[in-house]
């Protein structure tokens, strides 16, 4: 069974914003942690942003503070991941991850990954 599904990537003009979805199995949604993350070509795969199930607090990677939004929707079991004022550096494959034990310390510590999105960044 398909845990996460990630949707709403695209290419787009630098400045511009997309909006990811992460459709999740109530199994995984219930996940003491998500997170989103990210891959370059060439690059090792890093975090981005994540949000704890039971506080809802959130963290977010320096490089996106201020332009980069993680939410959820509890009804309908999705994560979502708005990005505003795109760069370049933005273009990667993005990723939803679940924690279960809701550490999300680590890359390590993520126990079902969805398949990726593409999004590209136009100069």
């Known amino acids: 069974q398909v845990q996460l599904v990630e949707s709403g990537g695209g290419s787009v003009q630098a400045g511009g914003s997309l909006r990811l979805s992460c459709a999740a199995s109530?199994?995984?949604?219930?996940?003491?942690?998500m997170g989103w993350f990210r891959q370059a070509p060439g690059k090792e795969r890093e975090g981005v942003a994540t949000?704890?199930?039971?506080?809802?607090?959130?963290s977010y990677a320096d490089s996106v503070k201020g332009r980069f939004t993680i939410s959820r929707d509890n009804t309908k079991t999705t994560l979502y991941l708005q990005m505003n004022s795109l760069k370049p550096e933005d273009t990667a494959t993005y990723y939803c991850a679940a924690d279960l034990s809701g550490y999300c310390y680590a890359l390590t510590d993520f126990d079902y990954w969805g398949q990726g999105t593409q999004v590209t960044v136009s100069s």
């Open positions: 949000i704890y199930t039971g506080s809802g607090d959130t």
């Open positions: 109530r199994h995984t949604y219930s996940s003491g942690c």
